[in-house]
């Protein structure tokens, strides 16, 4: 089974994780370990630093690394530090980037239609997946309340939310997977006993993308969930990568 | 990848046969904040057969709320004598209670030990309203597992190394190994024999279990998923992918376990 992670970072993070890979050969590595084949990857500088220069770093640091693919943090534009939507769009042609991933609580700027119209219309018009850990906050909502604020504004944007977390989110996740046909979970904490059987009997297997959050989280704990989920083997091969593939095989730049 | 035989097994087979694992950190039925598939036993059975589980330790969430609930978990162990053992819940909030409940915990089969639940009934570790269960613990060489939680008011690491000194024989098991504070939660397991690390919610922790490994050893580190939480595949993979020895594994899934309850074996009479 083809294992396609939908949210790994590399990079030496301001404040250090207990085990990282530092550059695109060691998150390699670590992949190997795993029998992780690609992963859609941002750069810790991505979130630590301005994005201005993150982007650039992990443009630099994957270049040649077929098997990692690139995302971009985004800024409101309204500062101009990202340049102009056409010259953002232009990298990410040149460059293969095919995902964004929105900080808004480092990068402090509040996810509002008023703040990021031009980039959501890009977004929906596109088919970019955004993705944001449901751990983000800005302007005082956070969590799922801010994931139905960004569906709200843009309720035909692919959005991705990662690492909803052990204490158990389905009554957060559920009401809003059924009215936001375009929203998908990742799987990285997704521990619940039962959980993915549960959510796939319901909602198909088509909304969950295999996630493992290196290298905050064991990505040991999604694999084994996911390889002996009570799920059949086309849904496991959905969720393991052909989701991931097709949400990406689908942007227009 | 390079698997080891015992982490291809259960990649293959979903358990093995030569690695029975032990969940020493369970529950029983519905919660407030959070909806679970599977909550009842017959569904944690179901659980615990797709994943190898030989046996769960439980304290009920009904119990964790009113301990006049403990006393049903007896039932459970009853009517399932291979699959279920099941802690006591002390709750400091009614101290007028906690006399009666160790004089009826002293007499009912099938409980190895008390469960502190400190972060959530608000009394720190130390606090008086635990001395009477301590003293039967100490007396007894009991086990007890307390929900640790890391620069917690009421359970700290530090405070468990208080205890484990005040009652060196008492077996403490720090359930979620002190989460966040996992220098000092590997230090007093390392330096006190009668504390261990217990991996609930620890486990997802990126290369934490290596840490605890190469400090305290495999010998000071139980299983544990909060089932009907967590699905015991997670925890299970997360220690199987850890760089650590199958042997490191086989301790950590079930043999200091099935150790730690062999100190107990007079009060589980089901054995």
């Not at chain 1, 042609?93 to 929105?102: D, H």
């Not at chain 1, 690492?163 to 559920?174: A, M, P, V, Y």
């Given at each position: 089974?083809?294992?396609?992670?939908?949210?790994?970072?590399?990079?030496?993070?301001?404040?250090?994780?207990?085990?990282?890979?530092?550059?695109?050969e060691?998150?390699?590595?670590?992949?190997d370990?795993?029998?992780?084949?690609?992963?859609?990857?941002?750069?810790?500088?991505?979130?630590?630093?301005?994005?201005?220069?993150?982007?650039?770093?992990?443009?630099?640091?994957?270049?040649?690394?077929?098997?990692?693919?690139?995302?971009?943090?985004?800024?409101?534009?309204?500062?101009?530090?990202?340049?102009?939507?056409?010259?953002?769009?232009?990298k990410?042609?040149?460059?293969?980037?095919?995902?964004?991933?929105?900080?808004?609580?480092?990068h402090?700027?509040?996810?509002?239609?008023?703040?990021?119209a031009?980039?959501?219309?890009?977004m929906?018009?596109?088919?970019?997946?955004?993705?944001?850990?449901?751990?983000?906050?800005?302007?005082?909502?956070?969590?799922?309340?801010?994931?139905?604020?960004?569906?709200?504004?843009?309720?035909?944007?692919?959005l991705v939310v990662t690492?909803?977390?052990?204490?158990?989110?389905?009554?957060?996740?559920?009401p809003?997977?059924?009215?936001?046909?375009?929203?998908?979970?990742?799987?990285?904490?997704?521990?619940?006993?039962?959980?993915?059987?549960?959510?796939?009997?319901?909602?198909?297997?088509?909304?969950?993308?295999?996630?493992?959050?290196f290298?905050?989280?064991?990505?040991?704990?999604?694999?084994?969930?996911?390889?002996q989920?009570?799920?059949?083997?086309?849904?496991?091969?959905?969720?393991?990568?052909?989701?991931?593939?097709?949400?990406?095989g689908?942007?227009?730049? | 990848?390079?698997?080891?035989?015992?982490?291809?097994?259960?990649m293959?087979?979903?358990?093995?046969?030569?690695?029975?694992?032990?969940?020493?950190?369970?529950?029983?039925?519905?919660?407030?904040?959070?909806?679970?598939?599977?909550?009842?036993?017959?569904?944690?059975?179901?659980?615990?057969?797709?994943?190898?589980?030989?046996m769960?330790?439980?304290?009920?969430?009904?119990?964790?709320i009113?301990?006049?609930?403990?006393?049903?978990?007896a039932?459970?162990?009853?009517?399932?004598?291979?699959?279920?053992?099941?802690?006591?819940?002390?709750?400091?909030?009614?101290?007028e209670?906690?006399?009666?409940?160790?004089?009826?915990?002293?007499?009912?089969?099938?409980?190895?030990?008390?469960?502190?639940?400190s972060?959530?009934?608000?009394?720190?570790?130390?606090?008086?309203r635990?001395?009477?269960?301590?003293?039967?613990?100490?007396?007894?060489?009991?086990?007890?597992?307390?929900?640790?939680w890391?620069?917690?008011?009421?359970?700290?690491?530090?405070?468990v190394?208080?205890?484990?000194?005040?009652?060196?024989?008492?077996?403490?098991l720090?359930?979620h190994?002190?989460?966040?504070?996992?220098?000092k939660?590997?230090q007093?397991?390392?330096?006190?024999?009668?504390?261990?690390l217990?991996?609930t919610?620890?486990?997802?922790v990126n290369?934490?279990?290596?840490?605890?490994?190469?400090?305290a050893?495999?010998?000071?580190?139980?299983?544990?998923?909060?089932?009907?939480?967590?699905?015991p595949?997670?925890?299970i993979?997360?220690?199987?992918?850890?760089?650590?020895?199958?042997?490191?594994?086989?301790?950590?899934?079930?043999?200091?376990?099935?150790?730690?309850?062999?100190?107990?074996?007079?009060?589980?009479?089901?054995?």
């Open positions: 089974m083809k294992l396609f992670d939908c949210n790994a970072s590399l990079g030496a993070a301001m404040v250090r994780p207990i085990r990282f890979a530092e550059d695109a060691g998150l390699l590595e670590e992949m370990y795993y029998g992780i084949t690609e992963a859609l990857v941002y750069h810790s500088r991505q979130y630590d630093d301005s994005p201005v220069v993150g982007n650039e770093i992990l443009l630099d640091e994957i270049d040649g690394f077929d098997r990692l693919h690139g995302t971009f943090a985004i800024l409101p534009l309204q500062t101009g530090e990202l340049g102009s939507l056409e010259a953002i769009l232009e990410m042609k040149a460059k293969s980037i095919r995902a964004f991933w929105a900080f808004p609580a480092e402090k700027y509040l996810m509002t239609r008023t703040a990021l031009s980039l959501y219309d890009l929906v018009e596109g088919n970019i997946p955004l993705f944001i850990s449901v751990n983000e906050s800005c302007g005082g909502i956070s969590g799922w309340y801010l994931v139905e604020k960004i569906l709200s504004d843009a309720p035909d944007l692919t690492e909803h977390g052990s204490w158990g989110h389905d009554r957060f996740f559920r809003l997977i059924e009215k936001y046909e375009n929203l998908y979970i990742d799987t990285s904490r997704y521990e619940l006993d039962g959980g993915i059987s549960d959510f796939c009997a319901k909602y198909s297997a088509e909304r969950l993308l295999f996630g493992t959050g290298p905050r989280w064991n990505p040991g704990g999604p694999i084994l969930t996911l390889v989920a009570d799920i059949t083997a086309h849904e496991r091969e959905m969720i393991a990568s052909g989701n991931l593939e097709r949400i990406l689908r942007v227009r730049l | 990848m390079n698997l080891s035989p015992l982490v291809k097994e259960f293959e087979k979903g358990r093995s046969e030569s690695c029975p694992v032990i969940d020493m950190h369970a529950h029983l039925g519905p919660f407030q904040g959070i909806y679970f598939p599977n909550p009842w036993p017959e569904d944690m059975i179901r659980t615990m057969d797709r994943c190898g589980v030989r769960a330790v439980s304290s009920s969430h009904a119990a964790l009113d301990t006049r609930e403990n006393i049903k978990m039932d459970i162990v009853r009517k399932y004598p291979e699959r279920f053992r099941a802690y006591w819940v002390i709750n400091p909030n009614y101290p209670r906690t006399q009666t409940e160790i004089a009826q915990f002293s007499k009912t089969e099938g409980f190895v030990g008390f469960k502190f639940l972060d959530y009934h608000k009394y720190p570790l130390d606090d008086p635990y001395e009477p269960a301590l003293k039967y613990a100490e007396e007894h060489k009991s086990l007890i597992l307390m929900h640790t890391g620069k917690s008011p009421y359970d700290p690491p530090a405070l190394e208080k205890l484990a000194v005040q009652y060196p024989s008492t077996v403490f720090m359930g190994s002190g989460y966040g504070e996992w220098e939660a590997i007093v397991a390392r330096d006190h024999p009668n504390v261990y217990e991996l919610a620890a486990y997802a290369a934490v279990i290596d840490w605890m490994v190469k400090e050893g495999s010998h000071k580190i139980v299983f544990g998923t909060d089932l009907p939480w967590f699905d595949h997670y925890g993979g997360c220690v199987l992918f850890s760089r650590i020895t199958d042997k490191d594994r086989h301790m950590i899934l079930h043999r200091n376990a099935e150790r730690l309850m062999s100190l107990t074996i007079s009060r589980t009479a089901f054995q």
